[in-house]
């Protein structure tokens, strides 16, 4: 068995990387729920999303699964470009130039660096709003007595061009880090399946299609929240 990668077992790591990456992928679903009511705030001032903000940091259940998710980014993260590198460096030179467009699409072959986009995406991501969240000065809001971080007003006035010059710049970054998930996903998804032997010949076709919509919409949604944030403010 190869003894690369944070496992030593090739089977372990296959089966940790696919499950840790399927996780992931349910993440992003849970994520992109709350982060779809920043499109309701006009209405109701980002009530609805302090208040999810607020669940996701205090429902005892959802806290453990942060901690399962943040073990899972890292692990994934790391384990997936020393795999990479590894097994770019055993691969052949010449074998690689000339049938590497035969062997795999552009996302497979690239998935280290699209994961790497991922991770500068990430932290900045994390810094700019778990960061600010948790150990930064955000105001508090009352509804209904009950005192909650106002979040949204920090997520608002950061896509803000007026409060916030280097909104623009950041979107860019914002996209191009949606852009390298997408393509990262479109192949990450069905290999997922594949490694933890969850696909069969009669439902390969309906996985490879579930994972290329999902791999395309999930992004686009991502993307079109923040630009909407921009626009609306700009």
Known sequence: ??????????????????????????????????????LTAASDGGRQFNEYAKFMTTFPAVKVLSYLTYFSVLFHLVDGVVLSLQNRKARPVRYAMERASTNAGWS?????????????????????????????????????????????????????????RWALPAIGLYLLGQFALGFHLWHGFSSGFQSVGLRHPRYTNIISCLG????????????????????TQA
């Not at 990668?5 to 679903?29: D, E, N, R, W």
């Not at 508090?140 to 006035?157: F, H, N, P, Q, R």
């Not at 290329?212 to 626009?231: G, R, T």
């Open 1 to 38: 068995m190869a003894q690369n990668g944070i496992l030593q077992s090739s089977l372990a790591k296959k089966y940790a990387m696919a499950v840790t990456g399927l996780f992931l992928c349910l993440f992003l679903v849970g994520h992109l729920a709350g982060n779809l009511q920043l």
């Open 108 to 164: 497979s072959r690239n998935m280290m660096l699209l994961g790497t986009i991922v991770l500068v995406f990430l932290v900045t991501h994390m810094q700019n709003f778990w960061w600010q969240m948790h150990f930064g000065e955000v105001a508090m809001i009352d509804y209904d007595g009950e005192s909650v971080k106002d979040l949204y007003t920090v997520v608002a006035a950061f896509f803000n061009p007026e409060m916030n």
């Open 212 to 231: 290329k919509a999902f791999s395309v919409l999930v992004p686009v949604l991502f993307s079109a929240i923040v630009v909407f944030m921009y626009i």
